[in-house]
């Protein structure tokens, strides 16, 4: 049986903001990019139309669950990160996943976010995290490096807040996405 349209509305609303926080979470590991939340969250602020306290929320949320897979991607990658609950240990081909994410990111952009975060530290966490396409990627360079956890966590939450600002504004038709895209 097919929900009827309030329905299926209500189930939306119920079911996109979960949806949502998994999916940049997932981002934020640099494993999701199959479905990129971007989009998701777009269509939710364009749809839905959520007040200003229901998408503050639903936005600083998305910023959280997104710095949390970066974080995630940064103890992976930092050998030195200590382990809180053993997960490493318990859960099967987790420390594989530094590995899985260094082959989906290639070499060529390896080396290129490497020289970025070298260059320019933690300035670079905050412009690259609001960039789409190359979000979440200086987490490899900055777990490798050691770089301090707090720092960078609170340079990765205001890039990720700037990068859902920006998207905000593109679903309120405040930016206009085709004048943001080069080729467009």
Do not use: C, H
């Not at 999916?23 to 777009?42: E, N, Q, S």
């Not at 420390?95 to 899985?100: A, E, K, T």
């Not at 080396?111 to 190359?134: E, H, K, M, Y």
């Amino acid at each position: 049986m097919i929900p009827d349209v309030q329905t299926a509305v209500v189930l939306l609303r119920i079911l996109v903001v979960p949806t949502l926080l998994v999916l940049f979470y997932i981002d934020g590991m640099v494993i999701g990019k199959i479905t990129p939340p971007a989009a998701l969250y777009i269509g939710y602020v364009t749809l839905i139309d959520p007040d200003g306290t229901v998408l503050l929320g639903v936005a600083v949320l998305s910023t959280i669950a997104a710095t949390l897979g970066q974080y995630t991607l940064y103890r992976g990658f930092n050998e030195q990160s200590p382990e809180f609950i053993g997960i490493r240990r318990r859960l099967p081909y987790v420390d594989r996943i530094p590995q899985l994410v260094r082959a989906r990111v290639g070499k060529r952009r390896m080396r290129f976010v490497t020289r970025l975060f070298d260059r320019f530290g933690g300035a670079a966490l905050v412009i690259v995290n609001a960039i789409p396409g190359i979000r979440s990627l200086l987490s490899i360079p900055a777990g490798l490096s050691r770089y301090p956890v707090r720092q960078f966590l609170l340079l990765s939450s205001i890039g990720n807040g700037l990068y859902m600002l920006l998207l905000t504004a593109i679903a309120r038709g405040l930016v206009d996405l085709a004048a943001l895209v080069p080729w467009g």
